[in-house]
């Protein structure tokens, strides 16, 4: 249609430049053809002003005549000009359509190529992965993909068909899933760097919730523990003491409560199976807590040793009672316990043992010890069962030990004013 519609367009100036001529060509002959007549008239009349004014007329036509010759040639160049350059611009035109034909027809055939060798090609699952199951949610992911535009681009730029083949394809594939198992183990390298940092932190939060919660478990013992000395000293005041507040002023005895002059555990005299149980956990709880001194250590594991004893035997004694009251017959473990030691020699025992020293009571047990070792023990039970109740007379000497030392302290620190009294007189 554009070259029908300039085509046209060229006729109708070609037309109007020769309607042009034609017009200068009849202005020409109009102006001869006045010429002539008024030739015809000079000659008739030959007066001076009438020549004048005819040889003027002449003049002016004549340069009317160079004028218009001189428009119609520039016209005519124009025309040429303009002839020419729409030569020129056919021919660019021309060339153009050639070129884009030619990169289109070479594009299209690449295409077809790439399709064939898509098509050649064997679909395979890529690297493990399945259209249905693949992290990057492509639906099409064993599908080959044929890249029209970028094919277009690289015809356009010179890259040769061959790029294209079976051969080149294969070779790209086989690059492409190499990067893609590459990037697939260096993902699940990252999954498990960053499973063993999450463990990693996780232990560490939980170490350290632990080392918080033995801090505040440690700090509410403590103060638990103020607040049952506290509660100790009103209830002395007060003149209501419990058994471990007897225990605790023979360790710590004051001027305030005065002091106990019986053996600290004489305290367990009387006392049930409920108040020893009792008894047994604050005396625990002190030995938790109360560290203050080497002295403290050894008073409060003395007593639970005793407290262990002692309640064994409560227990024992209330075991045969009630059996007693029922009229059964006492627990077998009951009467295995003292298989080792008959009643009748009781007493022998409890004279051996009983009076000593703590030191006494090592000496006698390293030497029981090294003749059951050896073999010349001949009663093997009742060294046994004298061994057995050993430690709960080491563990009385002991607390025995502690309570006369306490009072000599007490004794000491009563002494003192009257020394300073006396002083005073004297000076």
């Known amino acids: 249609m554009g070259a029908h519609g300039g085509s046209k367009s060229k006729r109708e100036t070609s037309s109007s430049k020769s309607s042009r001529r034609r017009r200068g060509r009849s202005d020409e002959e109009e102006s001869e053809s006045a010429l002539a007549s008024e030739s015809e008239s000079d000659s008739r009349d030959s007066s001076p002003p009438k020549r004048r004014e005819r040889s003027r007329s002449r003049s002016s036509l004549r340069s009317r005549r160079r004028r218009s010759s001189s428009r119609d040639s520039e016209a005519s160049d124009d025309s040429d000009d303009g002839s020419d350059r729409d030569r020129k611009r056919k021919r660019s035109s021309s060339k153009k359509i050639t070129d884009e034909d030619v990169a289109e027809y070479l594009g299209k055939k690449a295409q077809k190529k790439a399709l064939k060798v898509a098509k050649k090609l064997k679909s395979q699952t890529v690297s493990g992965y399945s259209n249905d199951s693949n992290p990057f949610g492509d639906s099409n992911l064993n599908e080959k993909f044929v890249w029209r535009k970028k094919i277009e681009r690289d015809v356009s730029q010179g890259v040769p068909l061959d790029v294209f083949s079976v051969k080149s394809e294969k070779k790209k594939q086989k690059e492409r899933m190499a990067e893609i198992e590459k990037v697939k183990k260096r993902r699940e390298e990252r999954a498990i760097e960053k499973a063993q940092h999450e463990e990693e932190m996780a232990l560490l939060a939980r170490e350290r919730a632990r080392a918080e919660f033995q801090d505040w478990e440690k700090k509410e013992e403590e103060f638990h523990f103020d607040q049952s000395k506290f509660r100790s000293e009103i209830r002395l005041r007060e003149g209501r003491m419990k058994p471990i507040d007897v225990l605790s002023k023979h360790l710590d005895p004051s001027d305030d409560f005065g002091i106990e002059i019986n053996e600290p555990y004489m305290v367990f005299k009387g006392l049930t199976v409920k108040e020893m149980e009792e008894l047994r956990d604050d005396i625990k709880m002190h030995l938790d807590l109360d560290r203050a001194t080497p002295t403290h250590i050894e008073y409060w594991e003395a007593l639970l040793v005793v407290c262990d004893w002692e309640l064994a035997e409560a227990q024992k004694k209330d075991a045969l009672d009630r059996a007693r009251v029922r009229g059964e017959q006492p627990p077998a473990e009951l009467l295995a316990e003292e298989r080792g030691l008959h009643s009748s ?54 607390l025995r030990e502690i309570h006369t030392k306490m009072l000599r302290k007490h004794l000491a620190r009563l002494e003192q004013p009257v020394e300073s009294e006396d002083n005073l007189e004297i000076d």
């Open 345 to 398: 020699i009781e007493a022998d025992v409890k004279n051996l043992l009983q009076g000593k020293t703590y030191g006494e009571l090592e000496a006698l047990q390293s030497q029981i010890e090294s003749q059951m070792r050896s073999g010349t023990a001949k009663v093997v039970e009742y060294w046994e069962a004298v061994l057995k109740r050993l430690h709960i007379y080491k563990a009385k000497a002991c």
